[in-house]
């Protein structure tokens, strides 16, 4: 009798991590932005803004005519640039790669198993002609660390119609403020960016930079939820809170939106009316908030569930700072709870 009521037990449990999970997985489903990528015969320098479902690299590039994909993986220490991609990375521990199985028994060295978020990829295209390679995925505040006083392989979201320049991007990170940064050129070979003052950034491109000392620097705007990489509701939480720091040295007007929604998403803002009292209002289609040099703004946010008309809803916060930096926030909600 007792070992039937553990077992219930154990079983009731189970269906409730389950629950969990699937609803989780649910509410995740939808929030994707979609990246485009032309890729040329060669070596391809690419920044992912987001992780694909499927993240597999079998799966994310089938049907794409790659030799092997590969990304960089520092341990830490100081590394200076490859000049030449198709240099033998594979003596280089600091590097992962991924063979398809076209490359016969070199598909045995592949150590590289999915792609993430916030990384960047070198891509060996076959063939002689562009291939446009789409993909799908969630976007991520998350960003991998600087490795101090060596060159970083890295990118950023910035505004594909309307990109920053590198040195206005950089110029208010001392580690990275007038350090030397390389681009690859379609020939294959890192070319130095002689004039980062009028050179453009490209939405989805990997360079090399060289950090100087220590450095968290993920752009102009510091962008924080109250916790976690994400604004997500699930099907209890009542509030969340975000906060949006200028860390640059002008004037920002950094703007807010939904995009990418499946379904109504009735997100509420709180504000003071003209008395000062407490009020929760519709957040608009687009939120603005004008933020001197240091300045801080706080979001206090909720979702108004009676208005929802599916169970869970999905969409992605997109904030930009009005000069080409993009952070894109999965944000969902489930119907139940508060």
């Known amino acids: 009798m007792i070992r039937k009521i553990i077992?219930?037990?154990?079983?009731?449990?189970?269906?409730?991590?389950?629950?969990?999970?699937?609803?989780?997985?649910?509410?995740?489903?939808?929030?994707?932005?979609?990246?485009?990528?032309?890729?040329?015969?060669?070596?391809?320098a690419?920044?992912?803004?987001?992780?694909?479902?499927?993240?597999?690299?079998?799966?994310?590039?089938?049907?794409?005519?790659?030799?092997?994909?590969?990304?960089?993986?520092?341990?830490?220490?100081?590394?200076?640039?490859?000049?030449?991609?198709?240099?033998?990375l594979i003596k280089q521990s600091d590097w992962r790669a991924y063979f398809p199985p076209s490359r016969g028994e070199d598909a045995f060295l592949?150590?590289?198993?999915?792609?993430?978020?916030?990384?960047?990829?070198l891509v060996e295209v076959t063939g002689s002609n562009n291939v446009t390679w789409t993909v799908s995925g969630v976007p991520s505040l998350k960003?991998?660390?600087?490795?101090?006083?060596?060159?970083?392989?890295?990118?950023?979201?910035?505004?594909?119609?309307?990109?920053?320049?590198?040195?206005?991007?950089?110029?208010?990170?001392k580690a990275h403020t007038g350090q030397a940064i390389y681009r690859?050129?379609?020939?294959?070979?890192?070319?130095?960016v002689q004039n980062p003052s009028s050179t453009d950034m490209r939405s989805g491109e990997a360079f090399w930079i060289y950090t100087e000392g220590s450095s968290d620097y993920a752009g102009p705007l510091q962008i924080r939820p109250d916790s976690g990489y994400d604004l997500n509701f699930y099907k209890t939480l009542e509030k969340r809170i975000l906060k949006i720091r200028n860390?640059?040295?002008?004037?920002?007007?950094?703007?807010?939106?939904l995009i990418n929604m499946d379904a109504a998403f009735p997100l509420l803002k709180f504000t003071l009316d003209d008395d000062a009292n407490d009020k929760w209002v519709a957040f608009g289609p687009?939120?603005?908030?004008?933020?001197?040099?240091?300045?801080?703004?706080?979001?206090?946010?909720?979702?108004?569930?009676?208005?929802?008309?599916?169970?869970?809803?999905?969409?992605?916060?997109?904030?930009?700072?009005g000069a080409g930096a993009l952070y894109r926030i999965p944000i969902s909600a489930g119907k139940g709870g508060i």
């Open 7 to 44: 077992s219930s037990l154990i079983f009731l449990l189970f269906m409730i991590v389950l629950s969990m999970t699937s609803a989780s997985s649910a509410a995740y489903a939808e929030s994707v932005v979609t990246q485009t990528f032309t890729l040329h015969p060669g070596w391809n």
């Open 46 to 88: 690419i920044f992912l803004e987001v992780e694909p479902n499927p993240k597999d690299m079998a799966s994310a590039f089938n049907g794409i005519p790659i030799s092997s994909v590969w990304t960089w993986n520092p341990r830490g220490l100081a590394v200076q640039y490859i000049q030449n991609p198709s240099e033998a």
């Open 110 to 121: 592949t150590n590289l198993f999915n792609l993430q978020a916030n990384r960047a990829y």
């Open 143 to 173: 960003r991998r660390e600087w490795i101090p006083n060596s060159f970083n392989l890295t990118g950023f979201a910035v505004d594909p119609d309307s990109p920053p320049v590198f040195g206005a991007f950089f110029t208010d990170s």
């Open 184 to 192: 690859l050129s379609n020939s294959g070979i890192w070319e130095f």
């Open 247 to 257: 860390i640059s040295s002008v004037t920002k007007t950094v703007s807010l939106k």
């Open 286 to 321: 687009v939120e603005s908030v004008v933020l001197a040099p240091g300045k801080e703004d706080i979001f206090r946010l909720a979702v108004r569930r009676a208005d929802m008309t599916a169970e869970i809803v999905n969409a992605i916060l997109e904030i930009s700072d």
